[in-house]
């Protein structure tokens, strides 16, 4: 078995298995805790209103701009940038069509009759720059950041290699950099990605499961309260 | 034994000097070498003495053969390929049973420590009744044939990798000349079949320099397989572009887009198809329509179907996946309940 074999074969297949366990533990562990009963008169009846925290929370708020507004365009950049390679570069797309093929027995246009559009190469390779560009600079800031820095931890540091590494190497991939063969480009491409399934559910990462779940319920406990949101 | 130049040979043939010439200068420029060499390589070919080659196909479906022997036409090539002394090839030769034979233990004795082995086909290790030639099973002769040996060509992927016949469940127990013989040098000139020119260059080169060519990490010539398919790929702009064919008979096969979302192999496969092509140049499978099948790669035959794209993963099956939905939701629930105890137990305190 070559390295391509084992990425593409048995750490695929335990980096998914540790990813779906550790995630759906995690997730379930946490919605499942026991709310406290809160005795007191609610100011708004209707909490659920709350949960337009969601969305507010996910544009900067104008007192603050000056602060975070750093934080929010690297943010959205990287974000994005990351969201459209993965889920519209073509092999990327191959490959999850793969995945429902092997759950269903059919791919994504068997199952929906839906086209899954992709992009072109050339965007996608600009939009993994963008990305790549924008963790670079949120770690400068991190780092030179005196308060971020101190409130930084292994999990932080180590999360952001995690999430650079199959960016890069997937351009490597692409590009054919090194002079490396592409079979070894890609298979470490694959092991990049694996690595980030594997600590995903376990570090700052989760996040990506909690933050609306988190965002909504205090949204709802704010507008019970009747706090301006 | 004395033999005729080889380059006398090939004027008896009719071959003139200008196509001599061409064929080292393609030869020299294929094997990576600068143009200041080729009359070195036309001098040293011309005045090589005719080898001494004993071809012992074992598992094997003769496509090697017929792809070396160029069976649409005689060619340089074929005819670099019959100006060495093959001196036992039973395809081949006109002797058969005991004077076949016969002419392979002359040939050994009295060319040993000399000639140049070729094999191709794999080894069966189960029973030796598997694959036997003149009532010898394959891995006797090949080790008996070996010992004698200048140096061992494996011709083909089941030679060098162990092939079709080595694919799951392996019914033969065969293997790669590699597995078998350890001391003595092996080049590997995988393909299922391999490019006529890439033997008739390795030969060259061992007429030429007397040595063998420099070898990538699977024993295959660097000069011939140092670079994928898809890096030669005339349709790789297409690729670039994100331009694919989505079937065989879309307005993007008719197009030549790229094969990739077909199955092709391309990025993955390294071989000399792209640039020396097939049929004295005409084409290669991607510029015929379909993807590259990875034949000169190890293991080509168990790596999924040719038709699934190269992204695609090896998952398992859904009820993998569904046990860790199920030790995921298990692991969650029982969690929580113990924090719900805790919290229960932090309350009543």
Known sequence: ?229 | MSSPLLGEFLRSHGVTRRDFLQFCTTTAALMGLSSAMVPRVAAALAQARRPSVIWLPFQECTGCTESITRAHGSTLESLIFQGISLDYQHTLQAAAGDAAERARETAMQENWGRYLLIVDGSIPTGNKGFSTIAGRDNLSLLQEAARGAAAIVALGSCAAFGGIPGADPNPTGAVAVSAIVKDKPIINVSGCPPIPVVITGVLTQYLTFGKLPELDALGRPRSFYGQTIHDRCYRRPFYERGQFADSFDDEGARQGWCLYKLGCRGPTTHNACATVKWNDGTSFPIEAGHGCIGCSEPGFWDKGGFYQPLSTGQWGSARTLGTAVGVGTALGVASAALARRRQKDAEGA
Request: overall charge positive; aromatic content about 14%.
């Open chain 1, 1 to 229: 078995m070559n390295l391509l074999d084992f990425a593409r074969g048995p750490a695929l297949q335990w980096s998914l298995v540790i990813f779906v366990v550790g995630v759906l533990w995690r997730l379930l562990g946490v919605l499942l805790l026991r709310t406290r009963k809160d005795l007191s008169e609610p100011r708004q009846a209707a909490a659920w209103k709350g949960l337009r925290l969601i969305a507010l929370r996910s544009w900067p708020r104008k007192e603050f701009l000056g602060g975070t507004a750093f934080g929010e365009v690297m943010g959205y950049a990287f974000h994005i940038g990351f969201l459209l390679t993965l889920f519209f570069y073509v092999p990327h797309v191959l490959f999850f069509a793969d995945i429902a093929r092997g759950l269903f027995g059919t791919d994504l246009h068997g199952l929906t009759g839906l086209h899954w559009p992709t992009l072109p190469n050339g965007v996608v390779t600009l939009l993994s720059a963008i990305s790549i560009a924008a963790l670079v600079a949120v770690l400068i800031h991190r780092i030179v950041n005196p308060v971020k820095r101190l409130i930084s931890n292994f999990d932080d540091y180590f999360s952001w290699l995690v999430t650079i590494a199959p960016l890069a190497t997937g351009m490597a991939a692409f590009a054919h950099l090194g002079g490396w063969p592409y079979e070894r480009l890609l298979a470490v491409h694959l092991l990049s990605a694996e690595l980030l399934l594997v600590w995903f559910p376990f570090g700052k990462l989760m996040h990506a499961f909690t933050i609306f779940v988190a965002r909504g319920s205090t949204g709802m406990l704010f507008e019970r309260k009747g706090a301006s949101l």
